[in-house]
């Protein structure tokens, strides 16, 4: 594998109200990283009405996004990339406010992207020994990153982990279309585009504040198994509707052949055509087909997608390659 070139290296962290949090996971950063030339920090205020802007000028930060109003973590993190392209970085890190990731680990972090292995990295955290985590959480979590890997055909053993490293390249191709998350979609979405993606195992912090994404485990779930269908069927739509349509249409296909059997059987001797099993068969089986002509619909839509995609893609490296020369 061919050793990437790193010039910039920017940090990124996306905030709502993290006054109180803030200044502790900025104080741990580094502003050296080996192999890297030059290391930039950069936060997103997603509607902050708190001192989150100032306690982070303060610290030393070098770019700040503002987005006035909330628009939620999702938004704020491809804001965070918009902006990273658009200063010349050559590797973004993306890590929280609350300090939850170890910043030490950076390096281990950004190592595979360098040795020119994978363009994307997601730390693994030490799930079983995070002591904040229920079981239920930590059963959870590990179940919810298989239903990913099996999603997406990448080996991710963390997927809900905001840890990770993007290099400039992949960071181009990532869309968000969720207003929830980033974690999930993108890791699909990069197993989806074929973009070398990887985890290393980090460490983690200790506990300063609750989470602000998971309200509660049930609105948890519920939107992280809607953002995995949504993006899964935005990508293949084709697999996913000729599955679905298989089961209405093999259970038209038993109704009708017992229809048949039934009606060949009896039909001399009672005069029975059994007509309500023929309907249920006759609708089961328009019901798959439908079904499957929604999958090639979608499919062809998807090519367009594609297509649109790789000129969005042509567009923004023309515009970040020339902003990257004038950084």
């Known amino acids: 594998m061919m050793r990437a070139f790193v010039k910039k290296l920017i940090i990124q962290i996306p905030c709502h109200n993290e006054e109180g949090t803030l200044a502790i996971a900025l104080a741990a950063l580094p502003r050296e990283v080996p192999g890297v030339d030059k290391v930039e920090w950069l936060i997103i205020a997603d509607g902050c009405t708190d001192r989150t802007i100032e306690v982070a000028r303060a610290n030393g930060v070098d770019h700040v996004v503002d987005l006035g109003a909330h628009q939620g973590l999702a938004r704020g993190f491809m804001a965070g990339l918009d902006a990273g392209l658009r200063a010349g970085a050559d590797i973004i890190v993306n890590t929280d406010a609350d300090n ?18 994978a363009q994307i990295v997601v730390g693994a955290r030490p799930i079983a020994e ?87 485990m049930r609105s948890y779930i ?14 293949r739509p084709l697999y996913f509707f000729l599955w679905l349509g298989a089961v209405p249409f093999a259970a038209g296909t038993l109704l009708g052949a017992r229809w048949m059997w039934l009606f060949f059987a009896e039909f001399s001797e009672s005069g029975r055509t059994h007509l309500p099993s023929l309907i249920a068969s006759a609708v089961c089986v328009l019901t798959g087909v439908l079904l499957w002509v929604l999958g090639l619909v979608g499919d062809l839509i998807a090519v367009n997608r594609k297509l649109l995609e790789d000129i969005q893609l042509r567009t923004k490296r023309i515009e970040y390659e020339r902003r990257k020369d004038n950084a």
Do not use: C
């Open 130 to 216: 995070i002591a904040h985590f229920s079981p239920l959480k930590k059963v959870l979590q590990k179940f919810g990153s298989w239903v990913v890997r099996t999603a997406s055909g990448t080996e991710v053993l963390d997927a809900p982990s905001g840890f990770r490293a993007i290099s400039r390249s992949a960071a181009m191709q990532l869309n968000v279309f969720s207003e929830y998350s980033y974690t999930l979609e993108t890791i699909i979405q990069a197993g989806q585009k074929n973009i070398p993606i990887t985890s290393v195992p980090i460490r983690t912090n200790g506990y300063l504040r609750p989470s602000r994404l998971m309200k509660s």
């Open 222 to 235: 519920q939107r992280s198994v809607l953002t995995i269908l949504r993006i899964f069927i935005t990508y």
């Open 100 to 117: 939850q990731y170890n910043a030490d680990d950076i390096p281990k972090l950004i190592a595979p992207i360098v040795k020119g292995e």
